[in-house]
């Protein structure tokens, strides 16, 4: 031992007897003062639940994002609420219908937008096409026209069924007829099954199916619309959103009721996210931090087997977890959903200075000492190991405060400062405790035999090499080790919010992770716009000016052919036909053609040929559904009428608008688009959008770099969730090696012999090796809460380490060392760590529970090199001829 760290052990033996003298005053003060930090806790912590708030905020890239956050900050706090359907139409209306409902609730939502049910968008639908899209879609209509000629005078199914015959007698194909058989087939299914009155949940047909069967236009598969508003949060309560989800819970079922179709709805966003993630995370940590108590205390109850010890240690924790509440309340304020989890890991590792206390005093208390006695022994024994195990633990934290990862630097701050309370009440509470409640000796119990020693020697070497060759057979996965800082694998994954989020990957126009650049003004815009889309990696970059749509001209000539080709119908005055038989005759006459032309069609047909063809398929499937029909009775067959009736003026009106708009251009752009791209001031901003699966990491990163490396002020959630990950893995490799070297420095301090610190921290560094290995086999990459792990489990090691070390060299070796109580303390602090650590997996937040699982599985391998592989080490070196301990 260093001579100069000798004074230091006898202040701390004079401080004890201090403590022991004046017990109830020392009890008293500490208690007072600790109540009042809990007190000063409960009524200012606050928590922030805002992962980009974890990182540095003085970085160049957060910088640019608040810049651009300041620009558009109706981002910041937005939600978005997604509606499924399985028609355009249905959606469409639900769409409408919600954003109506949440406009009128100004005191819930400031605003409100989707795209979707916008007017100027809706009514220049047909502008915004491809010019390959709106020619087809013309032809489709023009040749549509006769038919839509006569249903507009008969808006009934006598009006659809006769045209329809007439098309097939005419040996008439259009594909526009595909999509009306396989529309009218599922909407008679819809009606036959009686799913209840139209206006219900029943699927009513869609037109824009009719008339897009290919999904060209219209899209492939269910249905999306994205409404995105911003809420009036309650920041008073624990989840500030939950009046504003209970609000569109209520709306929900509102709109579900009065649309044609089932439709589902979903919410996620950045403000519900972060309520329902500190939801889980504070109900998480309590249970956590009950648990970890009562697991404590009963690992205490068994390891110590004495009342006064584990009240004493008891005691110590209590008041100094409540000191280490006020301080970080103090020094910090408001914790983060890593910061949150400091009260377990206080249980875990502020236990560890009172068990080895603890059973270092019985074991002098048990040889017939005197309390006070007792514990000058107990500090003379193991003060040295006390005293250098709080800065090596407290150091582990402190190590990230330097990084730039922000978020466990305030971790950092309040458990390594917890340490040196855990510290201070251990070696305070426990010897003013024990000075009161005097604990009778017992019998001491006898030391080891040294059989079970030589049994010791001969399983630690071989097992010390077993572990060291696991270990090297470990590098390869443990080098496969990755950090993932996307913030959305850290939550619950069956929470609704999350399940909503991975949604919006389904669609190219939806995709939650895309870039924003913000410009000085729109010219500027549309040049970088230009600039992006020429990038592989960027699939469409869009500004204002992309809201004006291009080649007009073209579309325009387009658009009059095509208003003259639908005049006749836009102008026909309806006379419905609403004898319920006068419609079955029309639809069995439509059957009769039918086949008719079915038959000819395989009389027609090469026998190679038997198969029929998609129109000949729609075709037989509609005349079986119209079949039923024409039995079914007036009820049904009214409701059938309804379903396929509901959405036609909607459609058609729509239609009409949009075969009759006229040019727009810039000051066309309605405010509710323009405040989204542009500023007050002139500032423009670019929106970028990802060719790559952005949903993977992977593709995340190509989007970003090929950006970046064009244009590095570029920003937005793709940007900022990857350069999280760059920084706090730098952090985790930057805090563990400086964990790493300034334990070796203490150790070299307190021991100054190089071999003994490389035996301590060799086991350490195969504990990390196996850690690292299991998080690649386990699937648990680290993350925002579990990258605490290695740096931890260096200060953990070291620790023990250091107490069985200092054991062995006082008794002689490492033998000596298995007769005290330094093993037993060891194992008890090890399993009281795991216990406390453990509960956190029990945590919804994925997250926390993946710090629980690898700080336990890390515990335990510490635990196992400490035990198993320091000694199997020490022996080995003394039989190749290194005897100096000093």
């Known amino acids: 031992m260093h001579k ?28 007072a003062v600790a109540l009042a930090g809990l007190a000063h806790g409960i009524a200012f912590i606050s928590i922030d639940t805002e992962a980009r708030n974890m990182i540095d905020g003085d970085l160049r890239y957060r910088r640019v ?170 920041f008073r309560s624990l989840n500030p959103t939950k009046r504003v989800e209970a609000t569109l819970d209520t709306l929900f079922d509102e709109v579900r009721g009065v649309v044609a179709g089932p439709v589902a709805f979903a919410v996620t966003g950045d403000a519900v996210l972060r309520g329902q993630e500190l939801k889980s995370v504070s ?36 008041l100094g977890l409540f000191l280490t509440f006020g301080f970080a309340s ?42 006070d006695r007792s514990l000058d022994g107990a500090m003379n024994e193991i003060g040295l190991a006390l005293v250098l195990c709080a800065p090596t633990t407290a150091l582990t934290f402190y190590a990230f405060i330097p990084t730039a990862f922000t978020g466990i630097a305030q971790l950092g701050i309040i458990s390594g400062t917890g340490v040196f309370i855990a510290f201070f009440t251990a070696v305070t509470v426990i010897p003013a405790w024990l000075a009161l409640v005097n604990p009778s000796p017992r019998r001491l119990k006898r030391d080891p035999h040294p059989a079970f020693q030589r049994r010791f020697a001969k399983v630690t070497r071989p097992m010390a090499l077993i572990a060291l060759a696991l270990g090297a057979v470990a590098i390869p996965w443990a080098d496969d080790a990755r950090f993932n800082a996307d913030p959305m694998t850290l939550r619950d994954p069956d929470s609704p919010a999350v399940r909503a989020f991975q949604l919006l990957f389904e669609k190219d126009n939806t995709v939650p992770y895309t870039l924003q650049y913000l410009a000085g003004d729109l010219g500027a815009a549309q040049d970088k716009a230009e600039l992006f889309e020429r990038l592989p990696a960027v699939r469409q970059a ?203 420095a203490i150790l070299w ?16 560094v195969l504990a990390g090796i196996l850690t690292m290995a299991a998080s690649t086999l386990l699937g648990m990459p680290f993350n925002f809460a579990n990258v605490i792990v290695l740096p931890l489990l260096i200060g953990l090691g070291v620790d023990s380490g250091i107490h069985f070390v200092l054991r062995a060299r006082a008794g002689g070796g490492p033998l000596s060392a298995v007769a005290t109580s330094t093993p037993r303390a060891v194992s008890l602090s090890a399993l009281t760590t795991i216990g406390s650590f453990g509960t956190l997996a029990l945590n919804d937040h994925r997250g926390t529970a993946s710090m629980g699982i690898l700080l336990t599985i890390a515990i335990g391998l510490t635990l196992v090199c400490t035990l198993v592989v320091l000694p199997g080490l020490w022996s080995l070196r003394h039989r190749l001829g290194d005897t100096n301990d000093r």
Request: with cysteine.
């Open 330 to 371: 103090v020094a910090v304020g408001s914790l983060n959903l890593v910061s949150i989890a400091f009260t377990v890991l206080f249980i875990g590792l502020g236990i560890d200075f009172a068990i080895h206390l603890a059973l270092s005093f019985w074991d002098e208390r048990r040889r017939g000492q005197p309390v």
């Open 65 to 234: 994002h608040q810049e651009y956050l300041e620009a558009f900050g109706q981002s910041r706090d937005s939600i978005a609420v997604i509606v499924r359907a399985e028609t355009t139409e249905t959606a469409d209306e639900a769409t409408r219908r919600l954003v109506e409902a949440m406009r009128a609730r100004p005191d819930t939502f400031d605003t409100v937008f989707a795209s979707a049910v916008e007017p100027y968008l809706r009514d220049n639908g047909l502008l915004f096409l491809s010019v390959t899209e709106l020619e087809d879609l013309s032809g489709r209509l023009s040749d549509a026209t006769p038919f839509l000629e006569r249903l507009m005078a008969d808006p009934t199914l006598t009006g659809l069924f006769k045209p329809m015959k007439g098309a097939l007698e005419r040996d008439f194909e259009p594909q526009v007829l595909i999509g009306l058989f396989d529309e009218l087939s599922v909407t008679a299914d819809a009606a036959l099954a009686d799913a209840g009155e139209a206006g219900g949940t029943a699927r009513a047909l869609s037109w824009a199916r009719v008339f897009d069967p290919d999904g060209q236009i219209t899209g492939q598969g269910p249905v999306m619309r994205v409404i995105t508003a911003n809420p009036r949060q309650d």
């Open 542 to 744: 869009l500004t204002l000016a992309s809201f004006v749509p291009k080649d007009q001209s073209f579309k325009m000539t387009e658009l009059d052919y095509l208003a003259g080709q639908l005049a006749i119908a836009f102008q026909t005055e309806p006379e419905p036909t609403t004898d319920p038989d006068s419609h079955r005759a029309a639809i069995a006459d439509f059957i009769a053609a039918g086949r008719v032309m079915l038959d000819g069609k395989r009389a027609e047909a090469e026998p190679s040929l038997l198969r029929p063809g998609p129109f000949e398929a729609s075709l037989s499937r509609l005349i079986d559904r119209m079949a039923r029909m024409v039995a079914a009775d007036d009820a049904t067959l009214a409701r059938f009428e309804a379903l396929v009736m509901r959405h036609l003026d909607d459609h058609l009106g729509l239609l009409e608008r949009q075969v009759a708009v006229a040019p727009v251009g810039l000051d066309d752009v309605p405010q509710t688009l323009r405040r989204l791209y542009m500023t007050d001031d002139g500032r423009a901003r670019v929106q970028i959008y990802p060719r790559y699966n952005v949903a993977e990491e992977a593709g995340r990163a190509r989007f970003v770099d090929e950006v970046v490396a064009v244009e590095e002020n570029v920003t937005g959630s793709a940007k900022t969730v990857l350069y999280a990950a760059r920084y706090v893995s730098e952090a985790m490799v930057q805090a563990t090696a400086t964990a790493a070297v300034v334990a070796a």
């Open 4 to 31: 100069g760290l000798g004074p230091i052990v006898g202040w701390l033996r004079a401080w004890v007897a201090l403590c022991v003298r004046r017990p109830r005053l020392v009890l008293a003060l500490v208690t």
């Open 749 to 764: 301090i307190a021991l100054r012999r190089l071999t003994t610190v490389a035996l301590i921290l060799l086991p350490l």
């Open 283 to 318: 109900s998480g940590i309590g249970l956590s931090t009950v648990l970890s108590l009562v697991l404590v205390a009963v690992i205490l109850a068994v390891g110590l087997r004495s009342w006064a010890l584990v009240g004493g240690a008891l005691l110590s924790l209590f």
